[in-house]
């Protein structure tokens, strides 16, 4: 078996070990969707959502904020999107070099996050966080498909705009 595969498996047990975590952890009454629509673990409350994204990262042997840019800026993309929801999101992610320790993510990492140069993250992420008042802008970023030129443009605006 090749190592791509061991740590995708790994990483699928990982994902089942918070579910079943969470499942133990529920009310009577907590409705909990694995695969749910806006994480891997969605449990609906009575006031609220929780949102559970699980990353596996066995290969890193450090932590390195650049390998959760992506489901920090999805979650980001998801409140953004609907800013009256009451969702709570929580990532769990393992590196070997942090088993069993639990970390924030301060303002100067979101800052961090927020300013990258990668140019899907802008595109698929960022396009929809930063405010944007040109037209032809805000048409390309609603386009299912995108150009290389529309992906161009949109980088190109995206780098000068702060949030």
Excluded: W
Excluded at 89 to 114: A, G, H, Q, R, W
Excluded at 137 to 163: A, G, P
Aim: glycine share 2%; with cysteine; aromatic share 10%.
């Amino acid at each position: 078996m090749s190592r791509v595969a061991d740590s995708t498996i790994q990483g699928f047990l990982y994902q089942f070990n918070i579910t079943l975590q969470e499942i133990l952890k529920a009310s009577e009454d907590d409705e909990i969707t694995v695969e749910g629509i806006i994480e891997d673990i969605d449990i609906r409350r009575e006031n609220n959502t929780i949102a559970i994204q699980c990353k596996y990262h066995e290969g890193q042997e450090k932590f390195s904020l650049s390998k959760i840019y992506k489901p920090i800026l999805q979650m980001m993309k998801t409140f953004a999107e609907n800013p009256n929801a009451n969702i709570e999101y929580i990532l769990y992610m393992y590196f070997p070099n942090l088993v069993d320790s639990e970390m924030k993510i301060t303002l100067d990492d979101l800052t961090e996050i927020i300013e990258t140069k990668n140019k899907e993250y802008l595109i698929d992420y960022i396009a929809y966080l930063k405010k944007c008042n040109s037209k032809e802008i805000l048409d390309i970023i609603s386009k299912k498909r995108k150009s290389d030129n529309d992906k161009q443009k949109i980088k190109k605006l995206l780098i000068y705009i702060r949030l």
